[in-house]
Protein backbone atom coordinates (compact mmCIF):
# COMPACT_ATOMS: atom_id res chain seq x y z
CA UNK A 1 0.00 0.00 0.00
CA UNK A 2 1.39 3.58 -0.64
CA UNK A 3 0.81 4.30 2.78
CA UNK A 4 3.04 1.77 4.03
CA UNK A 5 5.27 2.32 1.53
CA UNK A 6 5.83 6.17 2.13
CA UNK A 7 6.20 5.16 6.19
CA UNK A 8 9.05 2.90 5.59
CA UNK A 9 10.51 5.06 3.06
CA UNK A 10 10.79 7.92 5.51
CA UNK A 11 11.94 5.52 8.29
CA UNK A 12 14.61 3.94 6.09
CA UNK A 13 16.10 7.59 5.54
CA UNK A 14 15.50 9.42 8.68
CA UNK A 15 19.24 9.24 9.37
CA UNK A 16 20.04 11.34 6.29
CA UNK A 17 16.48 13.80 6.44
CA UNK A 18 18.38 16.16 8.63
CA UNK A 19 21.66 15.90 6.85
CA UNK A 20 20.63 16.73 3.30
CA UNK A 21 20.02 20.31 4.08
CA UNK A 22 24.24 20.73 5.08
CA UNK A 23 25.50 18.65 1.99
CA UNK A 24 27.95 20.49 -0.02
CA UNK A 25 27.62 21.57 -3.87
CA UNK A 26 30.57 21.67 -5.83
CA UNK A 27 32.67 22.17 -2.26
CA UNK A 28 30.18 25.35 -1.14
CA UNK A 29 27.52 24.73 1.27
CA UNK A 30 24.38 25.59 -0.50
CA UNK A 31 22.61 28.77 0.46
CA UNK A 32 19.72 27.69 2.36
CA UNK A 33 16.75 30.25 1.79
CA UNK A 34 15.83 32.64 3.71
CA UNK A 35 12.52 32.92 4.91
CA UNK A 36 9.82 35.15 7.36
CA UNK A 37 8.08 32.01 8.47
CA UNK A 38 8.31 31.48 12.20
CA UNK A 39 8.21 27.23 11.29
CA UNK A 40 8.80 25.78 8.04
CA UNK A 41 10.06 22.44 6.40
CA UNK A 42 10.17 20.93 2.72
CA UNK A 43 10.28 17.57 2.18
CA UNK A 44 10.47 15.75 -1.32
CA UNK A 45 7.15 13.65 -1.58
CA UNK A 46 8.52 10.57 -3.21
CA UNK A 47 11.52 10.06 -0.42
CA UNK A 48 10.55 11.52 2.26
CA UNK A 49 13.84 13.64 2.89
CA UNK A 50 13.77 16.78 4.85
CA UNK A 51 15.59 19.56 2.26
CA UNK A 52 14.91 22.53 5.17
CA UNK A 53 13.50 22.76 8.11
CA UNK A 54 13.06 25.62 10.89
CA UNK A 55 11.52 24.38 13.85
CA UNK A 56 9.92 22.25 11.83
CA UNK A 57 9.22 19.58 15.08
CA UNK A 58 7.83 22.72 16.89
CA UNK A 59 3.69 22.10 17.42
CA UNK A 60 1.84 25.12 16.70
CA UNK A 61 -1.54 25.98 15.93
CA UNK A 62 -2.37 24.83 12.35
CA UNK A 63 -5.30 26.79 11.68
CA UNK A 64 -7.39 25.65 8.82
CA UNK A 65 -4.21 23.31 7.49
CA UNK A 66 -6.32 21.24 9.63
CA UNK A 67 -8.93 20.51 6.53
CA UNK A 68 -6.41 18.84 4.98
CA UNK A 69 -7.14 15.58 7.28
CA UNK A 70 -10.92 16.23 7.45
CA UNK A 71 -11.03 15.85 3.62
CA UNK A 72 -8.87 12.95 3.59
CA UNK A 73 -10.67 11.47 6.13
CA UNK A 74 -14.21 12.11 4.48
CA UNK A 75 -13.16 10.87 1.22
CA UNK A 76 -11.75 7.24 2.43
CA UNK A 77 -15.40 7.09 4.79
CA UNK A 78 -17.82 8.47 2.81
CA UNK A 79 -19.26 8.80 -0.81
CA UNK A 80 -18.83 12.04 -3.14
CA UNK A 81 -22.44 11.26 -3.90
CA UNK A 82 -23.71 11.01 -0.24
CA UNK A 83 -26.47 13.92 0.13
CA UNK A 84 -26.02 15.71 3.42
CA UNK A 85 -28.27 17.71 5.33
CA UNK A 86 -26.88 20.23 6.69
CA UNK A 87 -27.24 20.37 10.63
CA UNK A 88 -27.85 24.15 12.92
CA UNK A 89 -24.34 23.62 14.89
CA UNK A 90 -22.92 23.57 10.71
CA UNK A 91 -25.18 26.48 10.03
CA UNK A 92 -24.13 28.19 12.97
CA UNK A 93 -19.98 28.21 12.66
CA UNK A 94 -18.49 31.21 11.88
CA UNK A 95 -15.31 32.66 10.64
CA UNK A 96 -14.73 31.90 6.64
CA UNK A 97 -17.73 30.12 5.45
CA UNK A 98 -19.70 28.34 2.71
CA UNK A 99 -22.74 30.06 4.21
CA UNK A 100 -24.69 27.15 4.47
CA UNK A 101 -28.24 26.98 5.98
CA UNK A 102 -29.50 24.56 8.37
CA UNK A 103 -32.32 22.35 6.21
CA UNK A 104 -30.58 22.62 2.98
CA UNK A 105 -29.22 19.70 0.97
CA UNK A 106 -25.77 19.03 -0.53
CA UNK A 107 -23.21 16.15 -1.64
CA UNK A 108 -20.23 15.72 0.51
CA UNK A 109 -18.45 16.75 -3.00
CA UNK A 110 -19.37 20.09 -3.06
CA UNK A 111 -18.99 20.27 0.90
CA UNK A 112 -15.47 19.11 0.00
CA UNK A 113 -14.75 21.71 -2.42
CA UNK A 114 -16.27 24.02 -0.04
CA UNK A 115 -13.94 23.27 3.07
CA UNK A 116 -10.66 22.98 0.60
CA UNK A 117 -10.99 25.70 -2.24
CA UNK A 118 -13.34 28.07 0.62
CA UNK A 119 -11.87 26.82 3.85
CA UNK A 120 -15.46 27.03 5.21
CA UNK A 121 -15.69 25.87 8.59
CA UNK A 122 -19.32 25.46 8.29
CA UNK A 123 -18.40 22.89 5.66
CA UNK A 124 -16.27 21.15 7.94
CA UNK A 125 -18.82 20.59 10.66
CA UNK A 126 -21.11 19.80 8.13
CA UNK A 127 -18.52 16.77 6.84
CA UNK A 128 -17.61 15.51 10.25
CA UNK A 129 -21.72 15.21 11.39
CA UNK A 130 -22.16 13.09 8.24
CA UNK A 131 -19.21 10.76 8.61
CA UNK A 132 -19.22 10.16 12.59
CA UNK A 133 -22.15 10.42 14.48
CA UNK A 134 -21.11 13.75 15.90
CA UNK A 135 -18.24 15.99 15.73
CA UNK A 136 -16.55 14.78 18.73
CA UNK A 137 -16.37 10.92 17.33
CA UNK A 138 -14.95 12.48 14.01
CA UNK A 139 -12.40 14.58 16.26
CA UNK A 140 -11.56 11.08 17.81
CA UNK A 141 -11.15 9.68 14.03
CA UNK A 142 -8.71 12.26 13.17
CA UNK A 143 -6.78 12.01 15.71
CA UNK A 144 -6.21 8.23 15.26
CA UNK A 145 -5.75 8.60 11.28
CA UNK A 146 -2.65 11.18 11.92
CA UNK A 147 -1.04 9.09 14.38
CA UNK A 148 -1.63 5.95 11.80
CA UNK A 149 -0.19 7.82 9.24
CA UNK A 150 2.93 8.92 11.21
CA UNK A 151 1.91 12.28 12.28
CA UNK A 152 2.95 11.89 15.96
CA UNK A 153 3.09 15.24 17.42
CA UNK A 154 -0.10 16.22 16.24
CA UNK A 155 -3.34 16.49 18.10
CA UNK A 156 -7.10 17.66 16.96
CA UNK A 157 -9.91 19.30 18.80
CA UNK A 158 -12.09 20.57 15.78
CA UNK A 159 -12.25 19.79 12.33
CA UNK A 160 -11.61 23.02 11.07
CA UNK A 161 -8.88 24.59 13.12
CA UNK A 162 -10.33 27.45 14.37
CA UNK A 163 -8.36 28.24 17.92
CA UNK A 164 -8.57 25.64 20.48
CA UNK A 165 -6.70 24.71 22.97
CA UNK A 166 -4.62 21.75 22.96
CA UNK A 167 -5.24 21.71 18.86
CA UNK A 168 -2.07 22.05 17.12
CA UNK A 169 0.42 20.04 14.57
CA UNK A 170 4.44 20.69 13.17
CA UNK A 171 5.58 21.73 9.86
CA UNK A 172 6.63 18.41 9.71
CA UNK A 173 3.72 16.61 10.82
CA UNK A 174 1.36 19.08 8.04
CA UNK A 175 4.05 17.76 5.42
CA UNK A 176 3.48 13.61 6.15
CA UNK A 177 -0.25 14.54 5.94
CA UNK A 178 0.19 16.57 2.78
CA UNK A 179 1.79 14.04 1.59
CA UNK A 180 -0.23 11.14 2.53
CA UNK A 181 -3.31 12.46 1.31
CA UNK A 182 -2.13 13.78 -2.11
CA UNK A 183 -1.80 9.98 -2.84
CA UNK A 184 -5.60 10.12 -2.98
CA UNK A 185 -6.38 11.14 -6.40
CA UNK A 186 -9.74 12.85 -5.25
CA UNK A 187 -8.10 15.04 -3.10
CA UNK A 188 -5.48 15.56 -5.60
CA UNK A 189 -8.13 16.53 -7.99
CA UNK A 190 -9.71 19.17 -5.53
CA UNK A 191 -6.73 20.83 -4.14
CA UNK A 192 -5.66 21.75 -7.73
CA UNK A 193 -8.35 23.06 -8.81
CA UNK A 194 -8.32 26.56 -8.86
CA UNK A 195 -11.93 27.12 -8.95
CA UNK A 196 -15.46 25.90 -8.47
CA UNK A 197 -19.26 26.70 -8.61
CA UNK A 198 -20.80 24.94 -5.51
CA UNK A 199 -24.27 23.11 -6.59
CA UNK A 200 -27.02 22.31 -4.16
CA UNK A 201 -29.37 19.53 -4.24
CA UNK A 202 -33.22 20.21 -3.99
CA UNK A 203 -32.64 23.95 -5.37
CA UNK A 204 -31.24 26.36 -7.81
CA UNK A 205 -28.13 27.72 -5.57
CA UNK A 206 -24.70 28.05 -6.47
CA UNK A 207 -22.01 29.51 -5.55
CA UNK A 208 -19.10 30.16 -7.28
CA UNK A 209 -15.58 29.98 -5.11
CA UNK A 210 -11.93 30.44 -6.03
CA UNK A 211 -8.87 28.28 -4.15
CA UNK A 212 -7.60 30.40 -1.62
CA UNK A 213 -4.00 28.95 -2.84
CA UNK A 214 -2.26 31.72 -5.13
CA UNK A 215 0.46 29.45 -5.94
CA UNK A 216 -1.59 27.89 -8.18
CA UNK A 217 -1.70 30.22 -10.25
CA UNK A 218 1.41 31.87 -9.71
CA UNK A 219 3.98 28.96 -9.80
CA UNK A 220 4.87 26.99 -12.39
CA UNK A 221 4.28 23.09 -11.38
CA UNK A 222 2.23 24.09 -8.09
CA UNK A 223 -0.41 20.86 -7.46
CA UNK A 224 -1.95 22.08 -4.07
CA UNK A 225 -2.26 22.00 -1.40
CA UNK A 226 -4.42 24.36 1.64
CA UNK A 227 -4.19 27.71 3.44
CA UNK A 228 -4.62 28.87 6.71
CA UNK A 229 -4.82 32.05 8.76
CA UNK A 230 -5.87 32.73 12.10
CA UNK A 231 -4.35 35.67 14.78
CA UNK A 232 -2.96 32.75 16.81
CA UNK A 233 -1.35 30.86 13.73
CA UNK A 234 -0.34 33.34 11.40
CA UNK A 235 -0.52 33.09 7.55
CA UNK A 236 0.15 29.19 7.30
CA UNK A 237 0.42 27.23 3.56
CA UNK A 238 0.72 23.76 2.75
CA UNK A 239 2.04 23.82 -0.34
CA UNK A 240 2.85 21.20 -2.81
CA UNK A 241 4.28 21.52 -6.81
CA UNK A 242 5.61 18.99 -9.69
CA UNK A 243 8.58 19.57 -11.68
CA UNK A 244 11.00 16.68 -13.94
CA UNK A 245 9.17 13.84 -11.91
CA UNK A 246 9.70 15.56 -8.62
CA UNK A 247 7.31 16.24 -5.95
CA UNK A 248 7.95 18.65 -3.40
CA UNK A 249 5.90 19.54 -0.15
CA UNK A 250 6.75 23.19 1.08
CA UNK A 251 5.17 24.11 4.77
CA UNK A 252 5.22 27.91 6.50
CA UNK A 253 4.04 28.68 9.52
CA UNK A 254 3.16 31.41 11.18
CA UNK A 255 4.80 33.58 7.50
CA UNK A 256 5.11 37.52 7.07
CA UNK A 257 4.48 36.26 3.16
CA UNK A 258 3.32 32.80 2.66
CA UNK A 259 3.51 32.67 -1.02
CA UNK A 260 6.72 34.39 -1.10
CA UNK A 261 8.16 31.99 1.54
CA UNK A 262 6.85 29.37 -0.20
CA UNK A 263 8.21 30.30 -3.41
CA UNK A 264 11.44 30.21 -1.83
CA UNK A 265 11.13 26.87 -0.38
CA UNK A 266 10.23 25.28 -3.30
CA UNK A 267 12.82 26.67 -5.79
CA UNK A 268 15.51 25.54 -3.59
CA UNK A 269 14.43 22.31 -3.75
CA UNK A 270 14.42 21.80 -7.91
CA UNK A 271 17.15 23.64 -7.81
CA UNK A 272 19.46 22.14 -5.32
CA UNK A 273 18.68 18.41 -5.00
CA UNK A 274 17.71 15.58 -7.37
CA UNK A 275 16.89 12.15 -7.04
CA UNK A 276 18.30 8.76 -7.85
CA UNK A 277 16.50 5.53 -8.85
CA UNK A 278 18.89 3.08 -6.81
CA UNK A 279 16.38 -0.24 -7.87
CA UNK A 280 13.12 -0.81 -9.00
CA UNK A 281 10.14 -2.78 -7.66
CA UNK A 282 10.13 -6.01 -9.13
CA UNK A 283 13.35 -6.06 -10.54
CA UNK A 284 13.83 -9.74 -11.70
CA UNK A 285 17.00 -11.90 -10.88
CA UNK A 286 18.24 -15.27 -9.26
CA UNK A 287 20.57 -16.96 -6.65
CA UNK A 288 21.45 -20.37 -6.80
CA UNK A 289 22.45 -22.65 -3.75
CA UNK A 290 22.50 -26.35 -3.66
CA UNK A 291 22.23 -26.92 -7.47
CA UNK A 292 18.78 -24.67 -6.92
CA UNK A 293 18.17 -21.40 -9.27
CA UNK A 294 15.83 -19.25 -6.94
CA UNK A 295 13.94 -16.70 -9.28
CA UNK A 296 13.30 -13.48 -6.89
CA UNK A 297 12.33 -9.94 -7.45
CA UNK A 298 12.65 -6.68 -5.40
CA UNK A 299 9.64 -6.03 -3.37
CA UNK A 300 9.80 -1.99 -3.45
CA UNK A 301 11.70 1.09 -4.78
CA UNK A 302 14.21 2.81 -3.32
CA UNK A 303 14.94 5.98 -4.84
CA UNK A 304 17.14 8.70 -2.80
CA UNK A 305 17.40 12.33 -2.36
CA UNK A 306 20.73 13.81 -3.01
CA UNK A 307 22.31 17.74 -3.20
CA UNK A 308 23.40 18.93 -6.75
CA UNK A 309 26.52 17.04 -8.24
CA UNK A 310 26.90 15.05 -5.11
CA UNK A 311 28.87 11.83 -5.47
CA UNK A 312 27.39 8.35 -5.73
CA UNK A 313 28.99 5.53 -4.93
CA UNK A 314 26.39 2.60 -4.23
CA UNK A 315 26.80 -0.38 -2.62
CA UNK A 316 24.41 -3.10 -1.19
CA UNK A 317 24.41 -6.41 1.60
CA UNK A 318 22.24 -9.32 1.35
CA UNK A 319 20.20 -10.32 4.16
CA UNK A 320 18.71 -13.66 4.09
CA UNK A 321 16.20 -14.75 6.28
CA UNK A 322 17.54 -18.55 7.15
CA UNK A 323 14.63 -19.82 8.82
CA UNK A 324 12.59 -19.66 5.95
CA UNK A 325 14.87 -21.34 3.22
CA UNK A 326 14.60 -24.56 5.36
CA UNK A 327 11.27 -25.12 4.35
CA UNK A 328 9.04 -25.05 0.95
CA UNK A 329 9.14 -21.51 -0.57
CA UNK A 330 6.03 -20.20 -1.64
CA UNK A 331 5.90 -17.32 -4.81
CA UNK A 332 5.76 -13.58 -3.23
CA UNK A 333 7.16 -15.17 -0.15
CA UNK A 334 9.93 -12.84 1.69
CA UNK A 335 12.98 -14.14 1.29
CA UNK A 336 15.09 -11.73 3.13
CA UNK A 337 16.28 -7.79 2.51
CA UNK A 338 18.94 -6.34 0.23
CA UNK A 339 20.80 -3.37 2.11
CA UNK A 340 21.80 -0.08 0.27
CA UNK A 341 24.74 2.46 0.98
CA UNK A 342 25.72 5.13 -0.73
CA UNK A 343 28.87 5.61 0.23
CA UNK A 344 28.85 3.34 3.00
CA UNK A 345 26.32 4.80 4.59
CA UNK A 346 22.78 3.43 4.71
CA UNK A 347 20.40 4.98 2.12
CA UNK A 348 17.30 1.78 2.71
CA UNK A 349 16.22 -2.10 2.73
CA UNK A 350 14.56 -3.39 -0.10
CA UNK A 351 12.71 -6.62 0.70
CA UNK A 352 13.52 -9.73 -1.76
CA UNK A 353 10.66 -12.07 -2.63
CA UNK A 354 10.24 -15.34 -4.56
CA UNK A 355 9.11 -14.96 -7.85
CA UNK A 356 7.75 -18.62 -8.27
CA UNK A 357 6.73 -21.70 -5.80
CA UNK A 358 10.00 -23.43 -4.84
CA UNK A 359 10.22 -27.15 -3.76
CA UNK A 360 13.29 -27.56 -0.92
CA UNK A 361 14.79 -30.42 0.58
CA UNK A 362 17.01 -30.29 3.34
CA UNK A 363 18.62 -27.11 2.73
CA UNK A 364 20.06 -25.78 5.78
CA UNK A 365 21.78 -22.70 4.77
CA UNK A 366 22.19 -20.26 2.01
CA UNK A 367 25.81 -19.07 1.54
CA UNK A 368 25.50 -15.08 -0.25
CA UNK A 369 28.98 -14.32 -0.52
CA UNK A 370 29.28 -17.46 -3.11
CA UNK A 371 26.14 -17.82 -4.81
CA UNK A 372 24.73 -14.26 -5.02
CA UNK A 373 24.24 -12.70 -8.25
CA UNK A 374 22.21 -10.27 -8.03
CA UNK A 375 21.86 -7.26 -10.85
CA UNK A 376 24.84 -8.05 -12.29
CA UNK A 377 26.41 -4.84 -13.17
CA UNK A 378 24.31 -2.48 -11.56
CA UNK A 379 26.31 -1.37 -8.29
CA UNK A 380 28.94 0.86 -10.61
CA UNK A 381 27.03 4.09 -9.43
CA UNK A 382 30.11 6.11 -8.96
CA UNK A 383 31.47 9.90 -9.79
CA UNK A 384 29.05 12.68 -10.14
CA UNK A 385 25.47 12.30 -11.37
Known amino acids: MKEKKTLRNSLLVIITLLLLSLVTVNGVLAAEPQISAQAAVLIDRD ?18 TTKILTAILAIEKGNLSDVVVVSQRAALTGEARLNLVAGEKITLENLLYGALLKSGNDACVAIAEHIASSVEDFVSLMNLKAKSIGC ?9 GLPAKNHYSTALDLAILAGYAL ?79 SVKLLDYGF ?31 LIITLSRNQEVEISHELKIKDDLL ?18 GEKIGQVPLLSLENVEISKVEKLIPGKFWRFLQGKFSLKGNY
Not at 48 to 61: C, I, M, Q, S, W
Open 47 to 64: TGAVLYGKNHLETRPPAS
Open 271 to 301: QEFRNLEVVQKGKISSIDYEGKKIKVKTGDN
Open 183 to 261: DNPIFAKIVATPEYTVRWEESFRTRHINNTNRLLHIYPGATGVKTGTTNAAGQCLVSSASRDNRNLIAVVLKSQNRFGD
Open 152 to 160: TNSHFVNPH
Open 326 to 343: KQPIAKDQLIGYINYYNQ
